[in-house]
């Protein structure tokens, strides 16, 4: 037997069999902990600190071997999808949340050189500031700001791209740094910046209507290489990110200003996207500073179809905005329709639930990244065959998920989302009923 007490929580839990790894122990203790790649070893949002114990702990695999040396770790940190525990250990989880995974992506990057990589650089700059500060008590300015930030830095995390800086009033995002197609880390910067904008009409609309303010902001999108690595004076290196391309982003940044435009974007992504994409307005022609041609500049209205993942990743936190009541109806509404799934659960409904809407929250993050999300959900769905759920009780569940996401996003519900949720959830069944190889598959 073996006790596992989580640091963070202060919450010891007993396993008694030799085969589960501290993943497997988490979840079945309802404990969430991030797996995005449903336990393969490959996308380490599993990892852990082991503070006591590390003896009772199964050697690393090959596959945990080569991310840790990737990523420099210290023998404390551990793929809690790739241990075994053979005697009492502790352990702190540290990725607690979707948001934060992307930060992982720097570890890749080198210490003190520069490597020469293909990004997209997004510069998202608020209007007006001085103003709006002038005209705002400073305790409200603060409150407001930190949303600001929030709401804004959402889509850039959950659009696989980085947080690089905030500058004064002004957010950079980019969008590559640990490689991917031109088109997708270009898709990605655009979605982000249709995310952006959706995020402050509801913040102006929703949360900032009795300050009598309303923020508005100028989004300039470019594409190139650039240099990034951990840069400074040997005690003080961080990441950095240089190149004519970053700089270009930050013009056309500025240009959305003399266009009274929200979204620009260089002819540089136009071109890295497919036709159709986008929904383009105005074309504007300028000379930018330090460039003897003129650049082509697009206005970006929308995307021309339904983006799946940006009516997912819009709709997020509305859908979640109380996570227990969401939970608890949708539980209800399921035994209501299929009265015998009762039994399949054994434990506390309300921890079952916070694991349902952490793993939905998770899956709409993990979107921009399909390679890990496929290989989480087939492990998510080999266990729920072990939990004894039945390929039919998929229909229902996705029918009362439906109308929950309905119930919950009330007056904006609209047929862009209600596509794009339907969609969404076809595949996730897709995924989780499909999980065998095909040889294995039973006829
Ligand atoms: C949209 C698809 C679904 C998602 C995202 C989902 C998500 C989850 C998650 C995150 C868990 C926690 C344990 C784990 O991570 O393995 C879980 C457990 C479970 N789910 Fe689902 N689920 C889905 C569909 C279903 C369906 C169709 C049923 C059948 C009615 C079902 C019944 C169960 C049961 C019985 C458990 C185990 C409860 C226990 O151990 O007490 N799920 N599900
Ligand atoms: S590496 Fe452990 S869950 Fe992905």
Not at 244 to 259: F, V
Not at 405 to 418: F, N, P, V
Request: some cysteine; charged content about 25%; overall charge negative.
């Amino acid at each position: 037997m073996a006790n596992i007490l989580y640091t963070g929580i202060n919450h010891c839990v007993e396993s008694f069999d030799p085969d589960s790894t501290l993943l497997d122990i988490s979840l079945e203790n309802k404990i969430p902990h991030l797996h995005e790649c449903g336990g393969n070893g490959r996308c380490t949002t599993c990892r852990i600190r082991v503070i006591e114990g590390h003896q009772n702990l199964s050697p690393r695999t090959a596959l945990e071997r080569d991310t840790a040396h990737l990523r420099k770790w210290d023998p404390s940190i551990r793929l809690a999808c790739q241990c075994y525990p053979k005697g009492d250990v502790s352990i702190q989880r540290l990725v607690w949340a979707s948001a934060e995974v992307n930060k992982l992506q720097l570890e890749t990057i080198p210490e003190g050189e520069a490597e020469v990589r293909s990004i997209a650089t997004l510069f998202c700059d608020m209007r007006d500031f001085t103003r709006i500060t002038s005209q705002n008590l400073p305790y409200d300015m603060a409150h407001m700001i930190n949303r600001f930030y929030t709401v804004l830095g959402d889509p850039i995390l959950m659009n696989n791209g980085i947080i690089y800086q905030y500058v004064g009033d002004e957010i950079i995002g980019i969008f590559g740094t640990s490689g991917g197609s031109r088109e997708k880390n270009c898709h990605d910067a655009v979605r982000a910046a249709l995310g952006m904008q959706y995020a402050i009409e509801r913040l102006n609309a929703f949360e900032l209507k009795d300050f009598d303010t309303k923020f508005r902001v100028g989004i300039g999108i470019n594409f190139g290489k650039a240099f990034i690595g951990h840069l400074g004076h040997p005690k003080h290196r961080q990441f950095t990110v240089l190149g004519d391309p970053i700089n270009m982003a930050s013009r056309i940044q500025g240009c959305t200003k003399e266009a009274d435009a929200t979204i620009l974007i260089s002819q540089s992504i136009l071109k890295s996207l497919p036709e159709e994409t986008v929904d383009i307005g105005r074309v504007i022609r300028k000379q930018m500073a330090g460039k003897d041609f003129e650049s082509e500049l697009y206005e970006v209205k929308g995307f021309l179809k339904t983006d799946m993942n940006l009516e997912l990743q819009s709709s997020l936190d509305l859908i979640l905005k109380n996570e227990e009541r969401f939970a608890e109806r949708f539980y209800e509404k399921v035994f209501t329709r299929a009265p015998g799934v009762r039994a399949l659960f054994k434990s506390d409904m309300a921890a079952q639930g916070r694991l349902l809407t952490h793993m939905l929250g998770g899956i709409v993050y993990s979107l921009s990244r399909p390679e890990f999300l496929v290989m989480g959900l087939k492990s998510l769905g080999k266990s729920h065959e072990r939990y004894g759920v039945r390929p039919e009780y998929y229909p229902i569940v996705k029918e009362v998920l439906m109308e929950s996401i309905k119930e919950e996003m009330g007056a904006l519900y609209t047929d862009r989302l209600e596509e794009a949720w339907n969609q969404a959830l076809d595949f996730i069944t897709e995924q989780m009923t499909n999980w065998k190889p095909r040889e294995m598959a039973v006829v």
